[in-house]
């Protein structure tokens, strides 16, 4: 449902974004874009919304860096993950499952990297694809966290690259490498996720 006051029906919606804000806001469960305030050059923004409070300050700040890298990855490497909002659906309703993290699976972009290509070990972005970029695939969390074998690399494994091209320091690359770590567990199964801890 939209929540529309009486006092702010009546708007110039080239100087107020509240309507826009409003009917966009009821269709993006995960990510919502945040368009600029007016008379503002801060520009669009992409705000992530898909993380619930984790039980300790350690697994809160893993998941608030993974965020930070993910969008760190996303713009150093120009990736596309973008899918459709009727697959974003689809997951979203798998995703609601329980256990849905170790027995379901999510539709996910098969190639993310610009024309076709996949990066390499080094993080460079070699053609090898010729099949469409916009397949998608169902895909475990451990498959998009950890990498396939043949196929989606991970996003974990993107991050690794990224801290290694920026040439991370040591210090701050051990604490992010723990971070990520947990992540990865989770992702796998090896560690339990919160909820199947409560439960």
């Not at 449902?1 to 009546?10: K, N």
């Not at 039980?55 to 700040?61: F, I």
């Not at 694809?129 to 895909?139: A, G, I, K, T």
């Not at 396939?148 to 490498?177: H, N, S, W």
Request: proline share 5%; aromatic share 10%.
């Amino acid at each position: 449902p939209l929540v529309i006051y009486l006092e702010t029906l009546d708007q110039d919606d080239a100087v107020d974004a509240d309507h826009f804000e409003n009917i966009q806001s009821t269709n993006w469960n995960t990510v919502r874009f945040k368009p600029p305030p007016a008379k503002s050059s801060i520009g669009w923004r992409v705000e992530f919304r898909s993380m619930e409070v984790q039980m300790t300050d350690y697994e809160n700040a893993a998941y608030v860096i993974f965020i930070v890298l993910l969008s760190r990855i996303i713009l150093f490497f120009n990736l596309n993950f973008y899918v459709p909002i009727s697959k974003v659906d689809e997951n979203m309703a798998n995703a609601h499952k329980r256990g849905a993290a170790l027995n379901h699976t999510f539709l996910f972009r098969q190639h993310v990297t610009p024309e076709r290509c996949e990066l390499t070990s080094g993080g460079n972005c070699s053609r090898l694809h010729s099949d469409n970029c916009d397949e998608y695939q169902p895909m475990t969390l451990n498959q998009i966290f950890n990498g396939q074998e043949r196929g989606f690399p991970g996003l974990i494994p993107l991050m690794e690259r990224y801290l290694d091209k920026i040439e991370c320091d040591r210090e701050t690359r051990a604490v992010v490498d723990g971070y990520l770590d947990l992540i990865s567990k989770r992702a796998s199964g090896e560690l339990m996720t919160a909820a199947a801890w409560m439960r």
